[in-house]
């Protein structure tokens, strides 16, 4: 029997509010509206405090503490904008641009779910300006088609890493090197298509700074895009897709948020890379009949429905209802199936009807 969580109340920048035992302090602050700013932090992975940026000011404590990992206990005070805590949220901003170099024009690194270490900058603000230091951090090479990955865009928040090994279970990243030379890489510094990563493009949804992100995009303008919301028609799932769009062609695919769509923010290789087909100039736009010159021509739904009723209906007549059989699809949707089956069975009378899945 699963035992109810324990409510308990805090003080948060002053105001009483109400957490379950066992939550964190940023789940507390955020169901509260606090801004607490993040890089780390994800939904779908364990808490690992790695980035600093959320540290708040809990009255007891000797230190700052990070919130995405601090539980919650009954009778805490906690401060998440105190003079204490901006200072650090500054000086750990200088830290990052030591290392980190932001160009407006560096559209590279702004790609996939934006560059949250200058929103963060913006929002913020910076302590003293620090001189750059020196991080060689080793590029490995790629001959994939799909991610790009910017070793000197990455701030090694480890969500990367982290979504592999505990969302999709297949590890193919890790964390190598030491000091200012730690980067994200490989079993031997192999490509991704040599290891055992299935190109999810998780790693691309989660990255803070874009240093994940989709080679197709690199040469568009991500500040340009119109973004569409659709349904993935690869697999029967139902796998929810925003598509991003310039000049009325699709650019790029990603995942909606966590929590929001049947896919909890996942996609697969095809999900969020397999969309040349949309532009593709071998795509059928128009329903196709083939005249009496056996060439095939253009022609209304309507037509073309009529036509492939009356072939079925003839082969009936002249043949009998199980000389058909009607194949369905896994790529359809659960109503579409029932539909196509009601179709054999109702409409021509025959129970020769399939789902490739089924097989």
Not at 109 to 129: A, I, M, S, Y
């Amino acid at each position: 029997m699963t035992e109810t969580p324990t409510e308990l109340t805090l003080t948060l920048d002053g105001e009483q509010v109400h957490a379950k035992d066992g939550e964190t302090l940023l789940d507390v602050c955020r169901r509260a509206g606090k801004e607490v700013p993040t890089l780390c932090a994800e939904d779908r992975v364990d808490p690992m405090g790695s980035c600093r940026m959320c540290l708040v000011e809990v009255e007891g404590q000797r230190r700052l503490q990070p919130s995405c990992a601090f539980k919650v206990q009954a009778g805490q005070v906690v401060q998440t904008a105190s003079d204490k805590v901006k200072r650090h949220r500054q000086l750990l901003l200088s830290m990052y641009l030591a290392d980190h170099e932001l160009d407006e024009d560096d559209l590279p690194r702004e790609r996939g779910t934006g560059n949250q270490l200058r929103q963060h900058v913006l929002d913020h603000g910076t302590g003293p300006k620090l001189p750059a230091i020196n991080a060689p951090r080793e590029y490995r090479m790629e001959n994939n088609p799909y991610i790009h990955f910017d070793p000197e865009a990455c701030v090694l928040c480890n969500l990367c890493v982290r979504y592999c090994d505990e969302v999709e279970a297949v590890s193919a990243i890790t964390l190598a090197g030491r000091g200012a030379k730690t980067t994200i890489a490989t079993a031997d510094q192999k490509g991704l298509l040599d290891t055992t990563c299935e190109m999810c493009g998780g790693c691309i949804a989660v990255c803070p700074t874009g240093a994940m992100t989709e080679k197709p995009s690199l040469a568009s303008d991500f500040r340009e895009e119109e973004v569409v919301r659709s349904t993935c028609n690869f697999c029967g799932v139902g796998c929810q897709v925003n598509l991003h769009t310039q000049d009325n062609k699709v650019v790029r695919v990603t995942s909606p948020p966590a929590g929001e769509t049947v896919n909890d923010g996942n996609l697969c290789i095809k999900g969020r890379f397999s969309m040349e087909f949309i532009q593709h100039e071998d795509r059928l736009t128009q329903p196709l009949v083939r005249g009496d010159d056996g060439a095939l021509h253009t022609t209304t739904w309507e037509n073309a429905l009529k036509v492939a009723a009356q072939g079925l209906m003839g082969v009936k007549e002249k043949y009998g209802a199980d000389s058909l059989g009607f194949i369905s699809s896994s790529r359809c949707t659960g109503e579409e199936n029932y539909l196509l089956q009601k179709l054999s069975r109702a409409a021509f009378g025959t129970n020769n009807c399939h789902q490739c899945a089924a097989t």
